[in-house]
């Protein structure tokens, strides 16, 4: 086993790896991107409650949307599978399946939402003028949950067949179109916080209507296309213990980044910006490495369907090493430009101050956080999801423990956010070990 695990990668596997990654990180970047524009037009009106609204108000969105990410993930694993052992039954059925669970949860989601929105903005305990505002922006937003769920399956079901371009076209006609409508909206209506909610609806409908595009185009390759019960129950045994553990791991990991953000707006409408401005890079750090995450799951499912044992350790050094030298470029450039980054996101005096005096505790999260990202990737492309369960679990009691045995401030509350962090790295790759001594991939 300690051979296997050692196995270095030939050039064929960078290759592989590479090529999925690229359009990946490509379209990963452009997701926080529209953050990153949407919190920079926000940051440059003359009140800091519109940035609050909307950091508030996707972070509310994000674990409504993030609960139910176990549909790309769950789909992504057992299409590579049923790819590498060339079966296109089991292929349609990943997509059908998956599909009509995601509308129909999309639907409840809105059709339900004014039982529980208001609830959950409270939740955040921020101060009342932002709440106001972060209830306007849910309200406008979460029609567009039938599309954003499906359009996960599609993305989670190319991805699997190892087509990474598709994706790619996907999330920049989502997130190109969502900047354009912002800045139309905010900056030429003057919309305020509204305006990036109806621009991000609209763009969430362009983006399934490309999804479904490509979905379609697929499917002109498969034979006569049937739905059967009876073939399909294997499946959704499968799923249903594949994404019971992703969705409560989901749930954990949403509820962390919801109380970092709830913990920053109780120290004050200022921390709150400044720690939303430094969450940012965070997020663009994650959907960075992502990429070549999203390539390992792809590319692990395949060599786990075809049984190939040491591809599937070249594979994953092969990834392992490309994050690795990303996470240590990622550290360095932020030690090094953070203050040009935070001048750019914001114009605010106090804001700056503020997100220039905590950005020393981010240099640390890129070379903490590398090792999650990756066997996370790998846990999905070989559906072991209670693997990554017990990594957040673990890490969010290691969080609570850290924050609740101090006096709370800033400073306090990003250490217990890198203890988060170092938690999970620490157990999933602990897990991997475990996991490959015990051959358990096959």
């Excluded at 306007?136 to 989670?156: C, N």
């Excluded at 989502?174 to 900047?179: E, Y």
């Excluded at 640390?364 to 990756?374: A, D, E, G, Q, T």
């Amino acid at each position: 086993m300690a051979l296997a695990l050692l196995t270095l990668p030939r050039v064929k596997e960078y290759q592989s790896i590479w090529h999925l990654a690229w359009p990946l990180i490509i379209s990963n970047l452009s997701i926080p991107l529209l953050g990153l524009v949407d919190t920079a037009v926000m940051g440059h009106l003359d009140h800091a409650k519109y940035l609050g609204a909307v950091a508030v108000g996707a972070t509310v969105l994000s674990f409504i949307y993030w609960a139910f990410g176990f549909l790309r993930m769950g789909t992504v694993g057992l299409t590579a599978q049923a790819y590498g052992a060339d079966s296109l039954q089991q292929q349609w059925q990943m997509l059908y399946l998956p599909g009509m669970v995601a509308g129909s949860i999309g639907l409840l989601i809105t059709l339900l939402s004014p039982l529980y929105i208001q609830y959950a903005v409270s939740f955040m305990q921020s101060a009342p003028e932002v709440q106001k505002l972060a209830l306007s922006y849910l309200q406008i937003r979460l029609f567009s949950a039938p599309a954003v769920l499906m359009t996960y399956v599609a993305m989670g079901w190319l991805l699997g067949r190892q087509n990474s371009k598709g994706p790619l076209l996907i999330l920049l006609i989502t997130n190109i179109s969502n900047i354009i409508f912002n800045l139309i909206l905010v900056l030429g209506f003057d919309m305020a916080s509204d305006g990036v909610a109806w621009g991000s609806l609209l763009a969430d409908y362009l983006g399934f209507a490309m999804a479904t595009w490509l979905v379609i185009g697929q499917l002109r390759h498969f034979p006569k296309l049937t739905f059967s019960w009876k073939q399909s129950q294997a499946i959704i045994h499968k799923l249903l213990a594949l994404n019971g553990f992703l969705f409560i791991r989901t749930l954990i990991l949403l509820f962390a980044h919801a109380f970092i953000t709830a913990k920053s707006g109780q120290l004050g409408t200022d921390v709150l910006a400044a720690n939303t401005l430094l969450l940012g890079y965070v997020a663009l750090l994650a959907y960075f490495l992502d990429g070549f995450a999203h390539a390992a799951e792809a590319i692990c499912g395949r060599i786990i369907g075809k049984k190939d044992q040491l591809g599937f350790y070249r594979a994953v050094n092969a990834a392992g090493l490309f994050s690795l030298l990303l996470a240590l470029i990622a550290s360095v450039s932020f030690y090094a430009l953070h203050p040009l980054y935070i001048q750019l996101m914001t114009s605010l005096p106090s804001v700056q101050a503020a997100a220039i005096g905590y950005a020393s505790w981010v240099v640390w999260v890129p070379v903490i956080s590398v090792w999650s990202y990756l066997f996370d990737g790998i846990y999905v492309g070989s559906a072991q999801s209670k693997a990554m369960f017990h990594t957040v679990w673990i890490a969010l009691l290691a969080m609570m423990l850290a924050w609740f045995s101090a006096d709370p401030n800033n400073h306090h509350l990003w250490f217990s956010y890198l203890t988060f962090c170092l938690l999970r790295s620490l157990v999933a790759t602990a897990l991997y070990l475990r996991l490959s001594y015990r051959q358990a991939w096959w």
